[in-house]
């Protein structure tokens, strides 16, 4: 294990006391777990800009330290907007469909692309 120190202004020494005499909380338990959920705070908000930058949610989710899937839902409930440019779903779907030999999934792409025009 690991033992790091910090120090603390008067203010942040009093606002620490109030809180562990408001919780009963040991203090060594309730840095620890203040300084894990900052960084858990940080690692987000240095992902999500990551992302914002053009870097891609697999690496905003990668340095969030979260799965894509949930840092994709983090970023929909954030409002940030996740496709800047037109969709590639048909072309993507006609790709596959090709590769597989798929003409269902084809029909549906071309219907996909249809409706888009």
Do not use: H
């Amino acid at each position: 294990m690991v033992t790091k120190s910090i120090s603390l202004s008067d203010d942040e020494a009093a606002v620490l006391r109030a809180y562990l005499e408001a919780s009963g909380e040991d203090e060594p338990d309730a840095l620890k777990r203040a300084a894990m959920r900052g960084l858990e705070a940080m690692r987000l908000e240095r992902g999500i800009l990551a992302f914002r930058e053009g870097r891609g949610s697999s690496e905003g989710a990668e340095i969030a330290g979260v799965p894509r899937a949930e840092f994709l839902q983090i970023l929909i409930d954030r409002g940030e907007k996740l496709l800047t440019g037109p969709s590639t779903l048909p072309e993507q779907l006609a790709y596959l469909a090709e590769q597989r030999g798929d003409e269902r999934l084809a029909d549906i792409a071309r219907e996909l692309a249809r409706s888009r025009d």
